[in-house]
């Protein structure tokens, strides 16, 4: 069964650290992007890391290979975990985001197929498994694909085998969680919880769907 991880984008830090020591409990990885980054700072990270809990940066980081590695290193830094990267830059970028993970003892994920409705219009046509492909050549720990589409996930898993899939797009952007629960690794769900009148129960909602983790 997937873990449990928070996407954590809200803008006013101190309610994101209210939200993440509520939701501690009851997630299994914190992810963080540009939102919360932006506002905060990188220094965000060693604040969250008090809860003792993997921190995924998703900055979708899509450049030149030098710039990749110079963007990672400075996440891995901050006391980031992981990274997320996206994949049609070419195998040469996706490969130096992994190298930077690998330095920095760190994971590497890499987008192949997104979750929004405009996911469809380029994400298409043969380009998802393609970038699946790759990002397993490139040693990448896995790849983001839409719980919004489990048909997809289905085929991506074709194309991924025993690497990681982490999945977004859970409840507010339709997505169900108990439709790709049994074909991911990681189900990332935010505006669900972190919206909610009480997070931490939101939170909570997912438990029979994680893995055998105490609550």
């Known amino acids: 069964m997937p873990e449990l991880i928070l996407a954590l984008d809200v803008t006013e830090k101190k309610k994101a650290l209210e939200i993440a020591h509520a939701c501690a409990p009851h997630i299994d990885a914190i992810k963080i992007g540009y939102p919360l980054a932006l506002s905060a700072g990188l220094s965000i990270a060693g604040e969250l890391k008090k809860e ?3 921190l995924i940066a998703d900055f979708k980081v899509a ?3 030098n710039t990749n590695t110079l963007i990672c290193d400075q996440v891995f ?12 830059c070419g195998m040469d970028s996706v490969k130096a985001c992994v190298a930077s993970a690998r330095a920095h003892k760190g994971e590497c994920y890499v987008v192949a197929e997104m979750s929004h409705p405009g996911g469809k219009e380029f994400f298409t046509g043969g380009v998802p498994e393609q970038i699946a492909a790759n990002a397993v050549i490139a040693g990448a720990d896995g790849i983001i694909a839409p719980a919004t589409r489990p048909d997809r996930v289905r085929v991506l898993r074709g194309f991924v085998g025993t690497k990681k899939i982490l999945s977004p797009g859970i409840g507010t952007q339709g997505g169900d969680a108990d439709a790709v629960a049994s074909l991911v690794d990681g189900i990332i769900v935010g505006r669900s919880i972190y ?18 983790k105490k609550q």
């Open 195 to 212: 919206e909610a009148k009480d997070p931490a129960a939101a939170a909570q909602s997912y438990a029979h769907l994680r893995r055998d």
């Open 77 to 88: 830094l901050a006391g980031f975990s992981g990274v997320i990267c996206q994949g049609f």
């Open 52 to 54: 003792g809990l993997p």
């Open 63 to 65: 450049d030149i290979p």
